[in-house]
T-cell receptor, first 114, second 112 residues
Framework: AQSVTQLDSQVPVFEEAPVELRCNYS??????LFWYVQYPNQGLQLLLK??????LVKGINGFEAEFNKSQTSFHLRKPSVHISDTAEYFC????????????FGTGTRLTIIP | KAGVTQTPRYLIKTRGQQVTLSCSPI?????VSWYQQTPGQGLQFLFE???????NKGNFPGRFSGRQFSNSRSEMNVSTLELGDSALYLC???????????FGPGTRLTVT
């Protein structure tokens, strides 16, 4: 079975400051990793994904994440945040053997302080 | 290309009633998954359909069911509604079962 842990339920950050949202996973098999963002009253939008290859992946809106197999982590980073980044961020994992199911973390609410 | 659409966007039902939610996937996508999002339990997988067949099912009671039509559109049905079924129900589509999933805006169900 897989699981995802997002240790921080809320992260306040000043505008134009850097941010890191933490995600750790556990799985007995190789995995695919994802970060999704949810704006108020909306569905989930894919930010970025790790399937294979380079461990540093770049996504939309200036976000990037690094896959660290030894630490079973997939932390999300952005060097300079904007007010528009205020949203909830979800880390998710699926195995890479054709399992259709995504297992999500509990989410991190990112609040940008002007 | 149009995204995933879900109807209705908002729904209010009474305990004991049943409800049907609809999802139209991105054109060409054959896999449709359903997720329930609540403040207490977070995002939980309900089930996944591919080419009209249920391929995977989450840990939900039999009151939750779904189906997929030949045009890949999907519906989920919840019978004998309970207060705890109040949630945002999200539908996601993908080309194949293991491909990247694209989510719709969700249907917010309130059970009173």
């Amino acid at each position: 079975a897989q699981s995802v842990t997002q240790l921080d339920s809320q992260v306040p950050v000043f505008e134009e400051a850097p941010v890191e949202l933490r995600c750790n996973y556990s799985s007995s098999v190789s995995v695919y990793l994802f970060w999704y963002v949810q704006y108020p009253n909306q569905g989930l939008q894919l930010l970025l994904k790790y399937l294979s290859g380079s461990t540093l992946v770049k996504g939309i809106n200036g976000f990037e994440a690094e896959f660290n197999k030894s630490q079973t982590s997939f932390h999300l980073r952005k060097p300079s945040v904007h007010i528009s980044d205020t949203a909830e961020y979800f880390c998710a994992v699926s195995d890479n053997f054709g399992n259709e199911k995504l297992t999500f973390g509990t989410g991190t609410r990112l609040t940008i302080i002007p | 290309k149009a995204g995933v659409t879900q109807t209705p966007r908002y729904l209010i039902k009474t305990r004991g009633q049943q409800v049907t939610l609809s999802c139209s996937p991105i054109s060409g996508h054959r896999s449709v998954s359903w997720y329930q999002q609540t403040p207490g339990q977070g995002l939980q997988f309900l089930f996944e359909y591919f080419s009209e067949t249920q391929r995977n099912k989450g840990n939900f009671p039999g009151r939750f069911s779904g189906r997929q039509f030949s045009n890949s559109r999907s519906e989920m049905n919840v019978s004998t509604l309970e207060l705890g079924d109040s949630a945002l129900y999200l539908c996601a589509s993908s080309l194949e079962s293991s491909d990247i999933k694209y989510f719709g805006p969700g249907t917010r169900l309130t059970v009173t």
